[in-house]
């Protein structure tokens, strides 16, 4: 066991500069919050755009920044039904949505309501349903039919299923396959239930939470989640929905201090650390935000200095243990409710009691002894290695800005799959739909919802304008300023994917010098600071560029997916004369009844052509220089495409290959078909068959090659 021996003071003050060293800096903390609301910004947007009644929300550490890497805490999801809405009375209802009435009975805890299902009439009004609209539906004695908390648990199921994954999770109100993630389906209300009104007619003496704060809270939507009482019978627990204040809740944790957020974060990694695991599962991170509330509340803003860290936390244990003491955990934002009833029994609390006043006793000794993320050797050591810190920070963006490329990858993937189910007319409307309302979100929205449309609008100028120009290219016309305005538009969200979607539009209407100015750009911008990855199911990549994460804490993250940043192009079956003929096949990688089975809906993107970037590059200019007959440029556009599928050989496919290995096998296979060499084109298809046996278009390749090559020269 280590000690220390240093005041108070000088402990605090080495406790913050051990946060320093692992990362957990007030930069830190905003970047976490800004990225984890940017990405659901961009996931509500894209829902918007597809037409799905849904917001998302992240609420608890990872968007608090209330987390450190050792900790490995898992990602709350919210997802707000907006068909939905829940009233407190029969009148509140609102047209057009499924309208709930929340109510309570002789059965229902504090915090705990029962559902009941609306239906208009035909002068207008609402009125009880009276007939189950689910399965699981109840009808109560008074004839109400009660929405039961388990009645899209067979949907859930059902689109796990779907997916290919056999686990199901639910634990309290989420649902999940993971332990990474949480899910959360929430109904809406618009009106305060009485419970909430404590927040606003308490006095608050040290003037927090903050005036605009409270305002906030008061029109803030509350969630009804599914969630019964752990204590209620079955029958009655599944019929019961909790309360959920978790938006304002998120906005008082936006509203601490740095100093407050570090004692939070350490009181954090002692429960996890040194709360025995039993214990642990039920005394929650959520008993301990609600004590730091108060404790903000109760005492003066002067106490929570870099020098009082450790004071304040036994401050916060302190409250823990009188709360223990009195079996009472009150709730922050509700009145009547206590957080351990159904959480911990009176032996659990006992025990907690027993937990908390040893750790206030030796406090300096369990921070100095903290395993976690190496904490308390930070604490004893002097001096911080400044490699070490570049290192750890290095970790956290790793993390971090690596949650925002998914999401993006997948709206990118729904918004050309949607294209891909109309006709080229619909698709021509939809984008320009899309589009108009982007633009009104950069006018008017909040600065994520511009952010968000910052990075989706680029895209979709790029779609609109592949599309225009395939018309063009179909009707052998001269592709306008106009539509090159709309190209020029798309380079702004990537750094070279709208301009290869470009550049290839040049090479596919003979504009063969112009396509090569291009490319010398697009080359240009390569460096070992840039950063590729791919978010396509089934071909997860992420190329690790050191100096790329070197560069984010210095860099938004808007401006790395920018300026750094390389993803893969995707062309709907509309953008086809924009294409490469050879690589118009990749569109059709569905063949076979084995590959119809093995499709799952986040394969979207196989009915599209999706190519990695610099492949694709090389593969163009290979092509461009072919035409224009300058012999050592297309040799080294083609020895450049060999380098990329060299380094997708063998073991390394997953850690140092293109995302859409396959495709860049059949692009440098077409090349040497073009230079003449079947044989060496038929070897990289069948290493394409040996990477992805399946959904894979190298099948129709090989049997072509074997009719235009191989067959003729029996």
Partial sequence: ????????????????????????????????????????????????????????????????????????????????????????????????????????????????????????????????????????????????????????????????????????????????????????????????????????????????????????????????????????????????????????????????????????????????????????????????????????????????????????????????????????????TMSGVNLFDGKLSKQDIKELETFLTDLKKNIAEKICNLKMDFFGVNVLQKEHDKESKIKQQTEIFKEITCSLRPVLCRTFNQLDSQMNSMGVRMAYCCVSNHLTYLRGLQSHGSDLQRESAELLLPFLCGTLASIKASLCIIAKQTVSQDIIKLYKTSFEWNLMNGKLKYASMLFCSGQYDQAADMFNHCESLLGPDVERFCGCYGRHYHYQSVPFFRKCPHTSTVDLLKTSSTSCVLFCKHELPCVPEHLQYEMYRTQTQQDKNERRPQHAWMDMIVIDCVPFLYYLQYLVYRQKGNLPRRHSAMSNLMDCNHHGLGKQLCDNACGHMDTTFHMLAHCWELENRPKLAWQLYQRSINSYPTQNIAWVHLIRLFREYFLRET
């Fill in 1 to 332: 066991m280590t000690s220390y021996k240093k005041s108070q003071e000088e402990f605090s003050r080495d406790v913050y500069e051990a946060f320093q060293a692992i990362g957990v800096t007030s930069d830190m903390i905003y970047r976490r919050r800004h990225d984890r609301l940017l990405e659901v910004t961009v996931n509500t947007t894209g829902a918007k755009l597809l037409g799905y009644p849904v917001s998302y929300f992240i609420v608890g550490s990872q968007v608090e920044g209330s987390t450190t890497m050792g900790m490995r805490s898992d990602t709350d999801h919210v997802y707000r039904q907006d068909n939905y809405q829940v009233v407190l009375e029969l009148g509140a209802w609102q047209k057009g949505k499924f309208n709930l009435l929340a109510f309570k009975d002789e059965t229902t805890p504090p915090q705990f309501y029962k559902l009941c299902r609306l239906q208009p009439t035909q002068d207008g009004r609402q009125e009880y349903m009276r007939c189950p609209a689910h399965e699981t539906d109840v009808v109560d004695e008074q004839g109400r039919v009660l929405a039961s908390n388990v009645f899209e648990d067979n949907v859930f199921k059902y689109t796990l299923k779907k997916m290919g994954i056999n686990r199901f999770v639910r634990h309290g109100p989420s649902r999940s396959w993971t332990d990474k993630l949480d899910f959360v389906n929430a109904f809406p209300c618009n009106d305060l239930p009485e419970e909430c009104e404590c927040l606003f007619t308490r006095s608050h003496p040290n003037n927090w939470p903050k005036p605009e704060t409270i305002e906030y809270a008061r029109h803030c939507q509350v969630f009804f989640i599914p969630q019964g009482h752990p204590h209620s019978p079955l029958n009655e627990r599944n019929l019961q929905w909790r309360l959920s204040t978790s938006l304002a809740e998120r906005k008082l944790m936006f509203d601490f201090t740095d100093e407050q957020m570090l004692v939070f974060i350490l009181l954090k990694m002692l429960k996890k650390e040194y709360c025995k695991q039993t214990l642990c599962d039920k005394f929650s991170t959520f008993h301990i935000k609600t004590a730091m509330m108060f404790s903000i509340e109760k005492h003066p803003p002067g106490i929570w200095r870099i020098d009082n860290i450790v004071a304040c936390a036994t401050l916060c244990i302190d409250l823990l243990i009188q709360w223990a003491q009195d079996h009472v955990c009150p709730h922050f």
